[in-house]
DNA sequence: GCCAACGTTGGC
DNA sequence: GCCAACGTTGGC
């Protein structure tokens, strides 16, 4: 199982959004590379939330409930949309500065390529970030 | 096919 | 508000 990070800025769409939703269409995305790592999701694979600009944290995990589908909102039909589905928010957050500052963390895909909205996570970063998030 | 200009993202 | 990174566009 493939482990992820979505971006999203929270006065866009938060964390409390998909909770209060339920699911949610995770479309807009425009960039190859992010697309790419839609198309790879499966249903059942779990991913971070990132919120960007405001927060700067990993605030929960989503769970992919939908597989890489045309999304609608591309009027030229190129680019693809996945569901997400709230699995549970952090007991903490873990801010960027604490990422930056971690040995295994400070590696990680979303800090080498920090413009990358939906980007791969191993299954090491996977496990740290539990750790610093309190379990 | 190259590359300069420009737009967007996101951290600071 | 500024700037760095980087993808896209358009002229040649």
Do not use: C
Not at 16 to 27: H, Y
Request: net charge neutral; aromatic share 8%.
């Amino acid at each position: 199982m493939a482990h992820w990070l979505v971006k999203s800025e929270p006065d866009v769409y938060s964390f409390s959004d998909l909770t209060r939703d339920g699911r949610t269409t995770w479309d807009g995305v425009r960039n190859h590379a992010a697309a790419i790592h839609l198309k790879a999701m499966k249903e059942g694979e779990e991913a971070f939330f990132y919120h960007s600009n405001e927060g700067k944290a990993v605030v929960g995990i989503a769970r992919v409930v939908k597989t890489a589908f045309p999304d609608m909102s591309d009027p030229a039909g190129r680019f693809v949309a996945v569901e997400f589905a709230p699995v549970r928010a952090f007991p903490k957050e873990v801010g960027l500065a604490v990422i930056k500052a971690d040995p295994v963390l400070g590696k990680m895909e979303m800090i080498r390529q920090n413009r990358l909205s939906v980007s791969p996570v191993s299954d090491a970063e996977w496990a740290r970030m539990l750790k610093l998030a309190g379990g």
